[in-house]
């Protein structure tokens, strides 16, 4: 069983999500910590160190990292997929990461 830990950007996604909402990607981040592999898919190109997973209607997308070696799932952000716009969640990862953001994610 995977230990699932929110980065500080995640907590902050989460918060400002309404409930019904809430509940629907908090049930899909629970189910990360058995097979946290067979359920998301792998990103590519800046963002290949990370999963996404559907969630809340297909709409939203869980991004998170795995931690094998030490039994961790990490949930790195949670937003909208809106391909094209500067909110979409992979373009707010991909500045996450250029800005350093991510940078040493520690559990």
């Known amino acids: 069983m995977y230990t699932i830990k929110l980065t500080q950007i995640a907590a902050e ?3 400002a999500l309404d409930s019904n ?3 629907q990607i908090l049930h899909k981040i629970e ?3 058995k097979e ?3 359920l998301g898919k792998p990103l590519q190109g800046p ?3 990370y999963r996404s997973l559907r969630a809340a209607g297909q709409r939203y997308r869980i991004i998170y990292r795995v931690l094998d070696e030490e039994i961790i799932v ?3 952000a949670v937003g909208i997929r809106k391909d094209g716009d500067k909110k979409d969640i ?3 990862m991909k500045k996450y990461i250029k800005t350093g953001l991510l940078d040493n994610l520690s559990p």
């Open 13 to 15: 996604q989460l918060k």
């Open 21 to 23: 909402t809430l509940k």
């Open 31 to 33: 189910s990360l910590k």
């Open 36 to 38: 946290p592999f067979l």
């Open 47 to 49: 963002l290949k160190e």
């Open 74 to 76: 990490i949930i790195v």
């Open 90 to 92: 992979y373009e707010l």
